[in-house]
């Protein structure tokens, strides 16, 4: 199945031949209904549905789970462009090792989203992270925090990420657009929705964009392009199809990581901030990616009560990266050296699911039933890495001269990095069941069956797991009244374990899968004027791993996040819309050793916090001004806690003014991001990342 259009034609046929509707779109009049999409555009702030995991559109004040969820308004508003910029107005969200000129490697409660399995695509299929992803097609973003293996299986306790794509709906869009920046940016959108048919029952909805990329390092461009359709097709009262396509293409020089020193006398000695508009790499560190998905969705509605969902997706990356490092410096000189190598990289992820949904009571007591089985493949090639620089490749971290083109070294006979693939079958089911409209119990179970296979490398054997695991999900809610509501719960997840880090005597060997725990107690309240308060309190163990005095990665002990995590989103007035929040975390390793016991996992800050505010300026209609705080407090640079990164808070501003132009509605948008131009580490990790200086982004759009 790793051919795109060979799936696409094999996965329609499937969901033709049985799919569900949602049963609040079952009826039985023979009549085509017209095709229904929900948006959280006019709720501003508030999304008031959950598309992630099984919840698939239930409300938010029935979800025992913490979900933060970043609307098309906050997405607009802020001129987000990559995943980053959208997930840090919620809390608990750094960067590892990359700075985000290229992508964005991130780490949520301390644990790392795994870039292979926890990014999905309208709550289901799997996207590969390694380039930046697109927002121009997102109608919003979705965080379902913590173990997640009923629904997902084999990911990351640290959280799912979910892109919910727009689609069309009953009002026309046909909008253009430019974007620039003070860096050299320039691209141009469209935006076109469309629902079509006698009876609406198409619904069409393209995005596309595109140009020149400019960057915040002095000489430094690239270009992107991206197109997307989402397509909707009401069958007929019972049966609904849904499509969506996505491509997207980027390239531009990457900034050379700054390599962490090795400890002397149980310290790692950091370098003073350099300057983040000097490229320190050579010009040639180009960073090319291509990224296809394609995902297709039928839903059969089987009886009043009874409703079948089949689904089908297929995702393709292909990234040429030639990474530079800067390394063995003098932190109070500068004077070091640039090494590098020259990756290609090609994985593919395809998904078969089908569930079955269905209410009925038993005495007075409702049921909201879910079965459901999937199966999900994954592989990567083979990697064959060339390497340049070295000693007499000479830099200076805060003088940096221009490095002309490097010699490769020989392409490798055997590959540096084997080929891994992977199969998972899951079977699950969970049961909603309603007791009164006050209590609430969901308990679920599921038993997966994982299969990895990473083949012989150059310097490491093949290496095997064949594992089955049976996870739990339980959660007990009470509804005080419609609008508040509390919870507490209790979840197993499975993951993969951890890579080993470059560097090390077994680096890319990647460790036993493991499973994870996690307890939860929350509470949610949506307020009168519109404001969504939650806060929760949790406690998350998963698998330890480390590096030993013999410089070998190591599977060992236990790593424990506890934390307490709170947020407000949505309408202070009619004026002023709000979307705040913040986390206390305590991480620590356990189990170990007396070396690692009570050390805080590398990169994970105690404290996050984040402030974005929206103003309506009543006396000039179509005008409103914003602004926003983010703060992220130090975080070790290892796993010793031998360094420290210092805290920081960055500044946004920015401003919008809606008018009409020729009779058509016109958006005029300013935004400014690090307004006080702060310098600051921005990841940490094997690697260390400066932050972007201050940027200043316009926008003009045209609704046609």
């Not at 083979?382 to 002309?404: E, M, V």
């Not at 999900?473 to 419609?482: D, E, G, I, Q, V």
């Not at 560097?503 to 725990?517: C, I």
């Not at 308060?533 to 506890?562: C, H, K």
Request: charged residues 20%; glycine residues 10%.
């Amino acid at each position: 199945m790793r051919n795109l259009f060979v799936f696409l034609p094999l996965a329609l046929a499937a969901q033709l031949a049985c799919a569900q509707a949602a049963p609040s779109t079952i009826a039985a009049t023979g009549e085509l209904d017209a095709v229904t999409v929900r948006s959280d555009r006019n709720n501003g702030f508030v999304a008031n549905t959950v598309e992630a995991g099984t919840f698939r559109g239930a409300s938010i004040m029935d979800v025992p789970a913490t979900v933060n969820t970043v609307t098309r308004e906050v997405l607009e508003l802020q001129g987000a462009t990559g995943i980053y910029d959208v997930l840090r107005n919620t809390a608990g969200v750094t960067r590892q090792q990359n700075g985000g000129d290229t992508f964005d490697q991130l780490v949520i409660r301390g644990i790392a989203v795994e870039n292979r399995t926890n990014y999905r695509l309208n709550g289901s299929l799997a996207i590969p992270n390694v380039s930046e992803i697109p927002m121009e097609n997102k109608e919003r973003v979705e965080v379902l925090k913590g173990a997640s293996a009923l629904y997902y299986g084999f990911t990351s306790p640290a959280g799912v990420i979910n892109l919910v794509t727009k689609r069309a709906g009953s009002t026309p869009v046909t909008s253009i657009g430019t974007s620039f920046d003070d860096q050299g940016t320039m691209q141009g959108f469209v935006d076109f929705g469309r629902q079509f048919g006698e009876q609406s029952q198409y619904g069409l909805r393209i995005n596309a964009a595109g140009g020149q990329l400019g960057s915040t390092i002095d000489g430094v461009d690239g270009n992107r392009k991206f197109l997307s359709a989402a397509f909707d097709w009401r069958v007929t009262s019972r049966l609904t199809l849904k499509a969506d396509l996505e491509y997207y293409r980027k390239s531009i020089t990457e900034q050379a990581g700054i390599a962490r020193l090795a400890a002397v006398n149980g310290l790692i000695a950091l370098p003073a901030l350099p300057d983040p508009r000097k490229l320190i790499g050579p010009p040639s560190a180009v960073f090319e990616a291509e990224v296809k998905t394609a995902q297709l969705r039928a839903d059969y509605s089987l009886s009043d009560n009874w409703a079948l969902m089949v689904e089908a997706g297929h995702s393709e990356a292909q990234r040429d990266r030639r990474l530079a490092t800067f390394s063995n410096y003098n932190v109070r000189t500068g004077a070091g050296r640039i090494t590098g190598n020259v990756q290609h990289l090609e994985q593919n992820s395809d998904l078969l699911r089908t569930e079955l949904f269905g209410t009925f009571a038993t005495g007075s007591v409702q049921h909201e039933l879910t079965l459901g089985a999937a199966q999900s493949d994954k592989s990567q090639d083979p990697i064959f890495q060339r390497n340049y620089g070295g000693a007499t490749t000479a830099q200076n971290l805060y003088f940096p001269r221009a490095i002309g083109a490097l010699p490769l070294t020989a392409l490798p006979t055997q590959p540096t990095t084997g080929a891994q693939d992977s199969r998972e079958l899951g079977l699950y089911a969970l049961d909603r069941i309603s007791f009164s409209p006050e209590w609430q119990l969901v308990a679920g179970l599921r038993h997966t069956h994982f299969e990895s296979t990473q083949f012989a490398s150059a310097t490491l054997p093949r290496i095997g797991y064949d594992v089955k695991k049976t996870t739990p999900l339980a959660a007990l809610s009470y509804k005080f009244t419609p609008d508040l509501m509390a919870y507490v719960s209790y979840a197993e997840g499975v993951e993969e374990g951890e890579v080993a880090p470059a560097g090390t005597a077994n680096q890319n060997n990647r460790m036993p899968p493991g499973v994870s725990k996690q307890k939860e107690a929350g509470l949610r309240w949506l307020t009168g004027s519109g404001t969504l308060v939650s806060g929760a309190l949790f406690d998350i163990e998963r698998p330890g791993a480390y590096t030993n005095s013999a410089n070998t990665f190591v599977a060992d002990g236990r790593q424990r996040y506890r934390g307490l995590e709170l947020s407000a989103q949505g309408k202070l007035t009619r004026q002023l819309a709000w979307q705040l929040s913040a986390q206390t975390l305590d991480a620590e390793f356990r189990g170990i050793n007396a070396q690692y016991n009570g050390k805080t996992p590398e990169n994970t800050a105690k404290y996050t916090a984040s402030a974005f505010f929206s103003y309506d300026i009543a006396a000039v209609p179509g005008l409103s001004i914003n602004g926003g705080a983010y703060y992220t407090g130090k975080r070790p640079i290892d796993d010793l806690n031998q360094g420290f990164i210092g805290g920081y808070t960055i500044f946004a501003a920015g401003a919008r003014y809606v008018t009409q132009l020729f009779g058509k509605r016109t958006l005029w948008q300013l935004n400014v991001d690090n307004l006080g131009d702060k310098r600051y580490w921005s990841a940490a990790g094997t690697r260390l990342a400066v932050g972007v200086p201050r940027t200043v982004k316009a926008t003009v759009k045209i609704d046609l």
